[in-house]
């Protein structure tokens, strides 16, 4: 079992946004995570991801209890084994891509020169390698979106967590991304779990994953 949550309750205030949640990932799988929007998701994948803390329960990630880690030890954690991707991409937009895609390698203690070997291997992976030096601005949504992905992947983490991934591209490249998902999956041995609108996106996946008002209402 690659993650594992068990009866996650999370509130803001008075709403009570995850009542209960417990759900579980296998190792390689790929699973969709859908619901109206205020249904839960995002927060249910910031606390799985280590980017929030659940008011009670708990998180387990290939075996380990992420939820009674410190913060820093949670973002040790959270920088060598987890790997995340947003509808709009995060790049600094200051960096070119290769800066960008080296950032998470450098923090995690790599040389320079270790982290710049790793991320032209990641660009060269998603057809970008004669993009490296360009900035954000200077690319398509496609490309600045496949440069998050690398960014993601840097450091080989256990498990890749997307939110709403494919949502601000359009048809083409949306549909060259949830490949390149599989792709990696098969080539590179990740988990992925994405918070997705998009049905399409989420007949492809292993297993859907359905929220509504903070409890899941359809696993499959």
């Known amino acids: ?20 949640i417990s759900v579980s990932v296998d190792k390689g799988e790929i699973v969709s995570v859908v619901g109206p929007s205020g249904a839960g998701k995002t927060t249910l994948l910031q606390i799985l991801g280590t980017l929030d803390r ?36 995060q790049l600094l937009p200051e960096f070119t891509a290769l800066e960008n895609v080296c950032l ?32 954000p601005g200077e690319l398509s949504g ?18 890749v967590f997307a939110d709403e991934p494919s949502g601000s591209l359009d048809s083409a490249n949306k549909a060259s991304l949830h490949q390149l998902f599989f792709d990696l999956r098969e080539q590179l041995g990740q988990t992925f779990v994405i918070v997705t609108h998009d049905r399409e996106l989420a007949l492809l996946t292993d297993r859907t994953i359905e929220m509504k008002d903070g409890v899941i209402v359809r696993p499959e």
Do not use: T, W
């Open 1 to 20: 079992m690659m993650i594992e949550a068990r009866d996650i309750h999370k509130s803001f205030g008075d709403l009570h946004v995850l009542r209960g």
């Open 54 to 89: 659940a008011d009670s329960g708990q998180v387990i990630i290939d075996g380990q209890d992420v939820s009674r880690l410190g913060e820093k030890a949670r973002s040790v954690f959270r920088n060598l084994h987890i790997g995340f991707v947003f509808q709009f991409h």
């Open 104 to 135: 998470p390698a450098m923090i995690a203690g790599c040389s320079r020169k270790e982290a710049e070997l790793r991320a032209r291997e990641m660009l060269d992976y998603m057809h970008l390698g004669d993009r490296c030096h360009h900035k």
């Open 142 to 159: 496609g490309e600045r979106q496949r440069v998050a992905v690398a960014r993601s992947l840097v450091n080989r983490p256990k498990v």
